[in-house]
C-alpha cells in the first residue's frame, strides 16, 4: 500500500529555514516523480514543487522558486524540500504525493496519487 509521510515541519520566524522530508513505505519511490503541495488556512491545496523519478529535473510555482529547493534520495526511499527565506505566507500544511508515472507536469506530478497522508504543518510567525 503507497503510504507517504511527511515531517519536519514546525514554527519559525520570517527569513528562517526549515527542511521538510517526504518518506515512502510500502513501495519504491525511485520510480516516481514526487510533488510537494500546501493548504493554506481558508485556500485550496496548491501544487509548489515536483520532480521526476531520478532527481534530474525539477519544477517550481513561481511563489516559491529561488527560495525552495526540492530533492530526493532514492536510496533512503525519501523526498526532501528545503525552504529558505520564509515569509508568513507560506504558513500551510505542507503534503507530498506521488505521480502515476516518473515526470512532473509543470510543478505537480503527473498523474497524482491521492493518497494523502497527515502532512506537517509549517507556521511562519514573528
Known amino acids: 500500500q503507497l503510504q507517504l509521510v511527511e515531517s519536519g515541519g514546525g514554527l519559525v520566524q520570517p527569513g528562517g529555514s526549515l527542511r521538510l522530508s517526504c518518506a515512502a513505505s510500502?513501495?519504491?519511490?525511485?520510480?516516481?516523480?514526487i510533488g510537494w503541495f500546501r493548504q493554506a488556512p481558508g485556500k485550496e491545496r496548491e501544487g509548489i514543487s515536483c520532480?521526476?523519478?531520478?532527481?534530474?529535473?525539477?519544477a517550481y510555482a513561481d511563489s516559491v522558486k529561488g527560495r525552495f529547493t526540492i530533492s530526493r534520495d532514492n536510496a533512503k526511499n525519501t523526498v526532501y524540500l528545503q525552504m529558505n527565506s520564509l515569509k508568513p505566507e507560506d504558513t500551510a500544511i505542507y503534503y507530498c504525493?506521488?505521480?502515476?508515472?516518473?515526470?512532473?507536469?509543470?510543478?505537480?506530478?503527473?498523474?497524482?496519487?491521492?493518497?494523502w497522508g497527515q502532512g506537517t504543518l509549517v507556521t511562519v510567525s514573528s
Open positions: 510500502g513501495f519504491a519511490l525511485r520510480y516516481y516523480a
Open positions: 520532480i521526476n523519478n531520478s532527481g534530474g529535473s525539477t
Open positions: 504525493a506521488a505521480g502515476s508515472v516518473a515526470v512532473c507536469s509543470g510543478e505537480m506530478p503527473l498523474g497524482v496519487i491521492p493518497a
